[in-house]
């Protein structure tokens, strides 16, 4: 029982980190009915740029207090990769929206390419690594939990609460609904349709870049090929939480990382992806529409 609680906690930590990602495919989709597939290379860059934020602080200042250092990895990685995704909806996404359907999703795989390999030639193909910033474990009736899965698990909750909140009741939230809605309602309303997508592209790129912080202080080691996979399964959690809802987002997030980590404790680990993959078939067979998600309606 103490191993199969243990792997509960493995899995809700790592399912936290997919949900946090996840946030960002539902509220792009949510807006403009676009996957975003570069967003999981986003996540990678935000984990790149803690990695050399940190390295930068230890060098320049010894003994600093690891509680700051991770605020400040935290903040900077925001604001840069935040950056990075306002321009990249500014060049890339934005002049397309008027295209055939297919036209953003090849430039999005196509961006995705570019930041992948943008990495690779800037920071090396080689897997980047650092020291353990949090070590304390704490043994709670013989389960091993540790400080940075309490942290990677309380930042999802705040986030998650924070996003929510903002969504539902605040004049953006208002704004974004609207234009989830009827984009050209909204813009005839006085809601500044370009804005609103641009800012929820930054949002979502903010949270990639607290998993890419999070998956770097949990794992110490990140690699430019990291962000296609964590990118397909946070996409995955978003679907079977239901699309374009941030609590299903969260939720799928959370299923998904129990279930690799229930079937790499009790089964082979080489088919965890398959089985991952199998049961999100099997869910949306039963409810298409995600477990929170809600059904489309067809505008007439």
């Given amino acids: 029982m103490e191993y199969f609680i243990q792997q509960l906690v493995n899995g809700l930590t790592l399912g936290s980190i997919y949900g946090l990602i996840a946030i960002g495919y539902t509220m792009v989709y949510g807006i403009i009915g676009m996957v975003n597939f570069a967003h ?7 984990g790149f740029t803690a990695l050399v934020v940190y390295l930068l602080l230890t060098a320049a200042i010894a003994g600093m207090p690891v509680a700051l250092a991770l605020f400040i990895m935290m903040i900077v990685s925001m604001a840069v990769v935040s950056l990075w995704n306002w321009s990249i909806e500014r060049m890339a996404y934005r002049p397309l929206r008027g295209s055939f359907r297919l036209a953003p999703l090849i430039t999005a795989i196509g961006m995705s390419i ?6 690779q030639v800037t920071q090396g193909p ?3 690594s650092i020291p353990g910033m949090v070590t304390t474990v704490y043994d709670v009736g013989g389960i091993s939990i540790s400080l940075k899965q309490i942290i ?15 969504v539902n009741h605040t004049s953006l939230g208002r704004a974004q609904r609207a234009t989830e809605q009827d984009r050209k309602m909204a813009a005839l309303l006085g809601i500044n349709v370009d804005r609103t997508i641009s800012i929820t592209f930054v949002m979502g790129a903010a949270l990639a870049a607290v998993a890419g912080t999070m998956y770097m202080m949990y794992y110490g080691v990140i690699s430019f090929t990291d962000g296609f996979v964590p990118g397909v ?4 959690a ?15 997030g959370l299923l998904i990382g129990l279930i690799e980590a229930l079937w790499s404790a009790y089964f082979t680990i080489d088919y965890k992806d398959v089985a991952t993959f199998s049961i999100l078939a099997i869910a949306l067979i039963f409810k298409p529409s995600g477990i929170l998600g809600r059904p489309e309606v067809e505008k007439v």
């Fill in 40 to 46: 999981g290379d986003i996540f990678m860059l935000g």
């Fill in 114 to 119: 570019l930041l992948s390999n943008f990495v």
């Fill in 126 to 128: 080689r897997n980047k």
């Fill in 152 to 166: 990677i698990v309380v930042i999802t909750v705040v986030l998650l609460t924070g996003f929510w909140y903002l």
């Fill in 233 to 236: 399964k946070a996409f995955t």
């Fill in 238 to 252: 978003a679907v079977m939480g239901g699309i374009g809802s941030l609590p299903g987002a969260v939720l799928g």
